[in-house]
């Protein structure tokens, strides 16, 4: 174990020195270098199945070793079994680079492209999704699954035109899912079909057996009830409100086509655009989100809805400063919950390195609300490593451990913070406790280490080092361990 640290260690260093070289090469200079510079310098000198993965985890970047398999050694069954493993812990990329390769070795089959099509969906890339999904059809025309995806496939590029005739195609087999009822139903009703939609919803509603999908119906029956209540209502108001709902139910294209209508009738209407603004947000196009919420803060600039919308989106675009005025703004102005603004603040202090904003944001979040032993965590750990104010940590540290007395991160948190205050004692007794209560938590290991490489009980702390490492392997924690264990091998 200690030989494979050691050589970790070497591999990283020598990623280091290598990039180096590759900016220098290309005359580039070392301010210029971010993560994203990094991946593009090495993407012509190394592959995925090389080994070296380099990922962006919570804003901070990591290199994670993987062991080379030899490429002619994976079978069909293996390039299938990989690709799922990745699949299903969020590292769709390389899923999708694996069924792929299983394509590449069994062209005639229907399962990774069934494979691809999800995951290039989950991905967002719906015009590779939508190939997939033509190849599996050309294999099996009345594949009905694969005909509901490509469905939802054309929904997701706002194709409803598409997407109608395919659902209406399976419509006419006998008993229909309801899931194709419903997507009918809001088909119609983005073409303003009202009736047939309402119809159509009832239909569904009346053949679910799926709680969330009687939910969905009923949220957008709602809007209906809504507007009839309010009879003197403008039909805009109708269309706000399915936009509404649209954007609840996560129909984000959806809603995006009525609210378009509503605003080229209308461009004065405050709520319309910041559902606007939602809906764009939530896909991701951040440039869009900004420009529609601008327009409703010209319209009205002291609702904090729109104020909070906006400091989110700058802070999505990367405008910290602008962010955090406009964060403030909605805060000011009463924005709710009050716990979200002073969160997204918390956080956008901890980048922009204001470390003593961002843990009075971090109280006021456990001021608010303590249900989360997670939400403690941060705030401990800025007043231990940047601010070196270890007894603020340690009261925090106290009230995690009154207001969560199992749990083992409570009482991690307790001995790390012991550790800054010099009680040794004690910390060890309370790193020991985490551990007993859940001897696979990494933290508590790495931080036993920590506190016996201080006490120069350097044995000891290897092995800790070790166990944190083994417990969280490609983590934060691990990392941290691998490189401690290291350093004091070194030593």
Do not use: C
């Not at 494979?4 to 180096?20: D, K, P, R």
């Not at 090495?42 to 090389?50: A, L, T, Y």
């Not at 967002?124 to 999904?133: E, F, P, S």
Request: charged share 25%; glycine share 4%.
């Amino acid at each position: 174990m200690r030989k494979f640290l050691a050589f970790l260690l070497a591999i990283i260093l020598a990623i280091v020195l290598v990039t180096g070289a590759l900016f220098y090469k290309q005359e580039g200079s070392f301010n210029d270098i971010s993560i994203d510079s990094v991946i593009h310098l090495w993407s012509d000198v190394i592959s995925i199945d090389e080994g070296i993965v380099v990922y962006d985890g919570d804003g901070e970047p990591e290199i994670i070793v993987v062991e080379p398999e030899p490429e002619q050694n994976l079978t069909y069954d293996e390039r299938i079994e990989k690709g799922d493993y990745y699949f299903e812990r969020g590292f769709l990329t390389f899923a999708s680079n694996e069924y792929v390769k299983a394509v590449n070795l069994e062209p005639d089959r229907v399962e990774p492209y069934s494979k691809l099509l999800k995951t290039n969906y989950e991905l967002g890339d719906y015009v590779k999704a939508q190939k997939n999904a033509e190849i599996i059809l050309q294999k099996n025309p009345n594949d009905i699954n694969t005909l509901f995806d490509l469905a939802l496939i054309y929904i997701k590029q706002s194709d409803f035109e598409n997407a109608s005739f395919v659902l209406d195609k399976l419509a006419l087999a006998e008993n229909p899912d309801p899931r194709i009822t419903y997507y009918r139903a809001l088909l119609e009703i983005v073409n303003e079909n009202h009736d047939e939609g309402k119809k159509l919803l009832k239909e569904a509603l009346r053949d679910s057996t799926d709680p969330e999908l009687d939910d969905d119906i009923s949220s957008l029956l709602s809007s209906y009830t809504e507007f009839e209540f309010a009879k003197a209502a403008d039909e805009l108001y109708l269309s706000e409100l399915l936009s509404r709902s649209f954007n609840k139910l996560g129909e984000y294209e959806m809603a995006i086509h009525k609210l378009k209508g509503i605003l080229k009738t209308r461009n004065d209407l405050r709520d319309a655009w910041i559902l606007f603004g939602f809906a764009y947000l939530n896909l991701e196009e951040y440039y869009f989100a900004q420009l529609a919420f601008e327009r409703a803060y010209e319209l009205d600039s002291e609702w904090p809805t729109t104020q909070y919308f906006l400091g989110v989106t700058l802070a999505e675009l990367g405008t910290l400063d602008d962010a955090i005025l406009y964060l403030n703004y909605a805060l000011n102005n009463n924005f709710q919950p009050e716990v979200v603004v002073h969160q997204k603040l918390a956080d956008l202090y901890m980048d922009s390195g204001d470390y003593a904003k961002s843990v009075e944001s971090y109280e006021k979040v456990l001021s608010i609300n303590k249900d989360d032993i997670n939400s403690f965590v941060r705030p401990i750990w800025i007043y231990i490593d940047y601010l070196n104010e270890p007894k603020k940590a340690l009261n925090i540290a106290e009230v995690a451990n009154a207001t969560f007395p199992e749990s083992a991160m409570s009482y991690n948190l307790l001995g790390w913070s012991q550790i800054g205050t010099n009680d040794y004692t004690e910390a060890e007794k309370n790193l020991k406790k985490a551990i007993e209560l859940e001897p696979g938590l990494p933290a508590a290991h790495y931080n036993l280490a920590r506190l016996y490489e201080v006490q120069n009980r350097n044995e000891l702390a290897l092995e800790e080092y070790q166990k944190a490492y083994e417990l969280d392997t490609n983590g934060s924690i691990g990392n941290l361990a691998a490189q401690a264990y290291n350093e004091l091998m070194v030593k």
